[in-house]
């Protein structure tokens, strides 16, 4: 299976998680900032996220999900859009998403369900970008 890194288009791979990684900073910053503080129970407050961690930490997680991605659409001969639609539900929903409102599902965060919404709903959409551009530029 390692051997399939040599098989991957690395610019394909750099543009679909830049795009992925994008997607995040306005999805959390402008689309659905008020929803997502709310999620959080932070509705009254002024979200700091000014730490290195906030935007390395999504960056390095986006740009996993990213390669990983890569190898299986690769491995799975996934070769046309509608594959990679496929592919994307699968992955998106199977994985992203439900990993996503299992973590939200603690007592820490107020609103789980709104958050697992929320996030889950960026990483559906967010594999479903990387997906496409993946088999775009094969």
Same mark, same amino acid.
């Given at each position: 299976?390692?051997? %399939?890194?040599? #098989?991957?288009?690395?610019?394909?791979? *750099?543009? #679909?998680?830049?795009?992925?990684?994008? *997607?995040?900073?306005?999805?959390?910053? %402008?689309?659905?900032?008020?929803? !997502?503080?709310?999620?959080?129970?932070? @509705? +009254?407050?002024?979200?700091?996220?000014?730490?290195?961690?906030?935007?390395? =930490?999504?960056?390095?997680?986006?740009?996993?999900?990213?390669?990983?991605? #890569?190898? *299986?659409?690769?491995?799975? =001969?996934?070769?046309?859009?509608?594959? #990679?639609? @496929?592919?994307?539900?699968?992955? =998106?929903?199977? !994985? *992203?998403?439900?990993?996503?409102?299992?973590?939200?599902? +603690?007592? +820490?965060?107020?609103?789980?369900?709104? !958050?697992?919404?929320?996030?889950?709903?960026?990483?559906?959409? =967010?594999?479903?970008?990387?997906?496409?551009?993946?088999?775009?530029?094969?």
């Amino acid at each position: 299976m390692i051997n %399939l890194f040599s #098989a991957i288009n690395w610019i394909s791979v *750099l543009i #679909a998680f830049v795009a992925y990684f994008l *997607l995040g900073a306005l999805w959390f910053t %402008l689309l659905f900032k008020k929803q !997502y503080a709310n999620s959080l129970g932070k @509705e +009254n407050d002024t979200l700091q996220n000014s730490s290195p961690i906030f935007f390395i =930490g999504p960056a390095v997680c986006s740009l996993v999900i990213t390669i990983t991605s #890569a190898i *299986l659409i690769d491995a799975s =001969g996934v070769d046309s859009y509608g594959k #990679a639609i @496929e592919f994307a539900f699968i992955i =998106g929903i199977g !994985y *992203l998403f439900t990993n996503t409102v299992n973590i939200a599902i +603690n007592p +820490n965060i107020p609103k789980p369900i709104l !958050y697992g919404i929320i996030s889950g709903i960026f990483h559906l959409i =967010g594999i479903l970008i990387v997906s496409v551009v993946i088999v775009a530029m094969r």
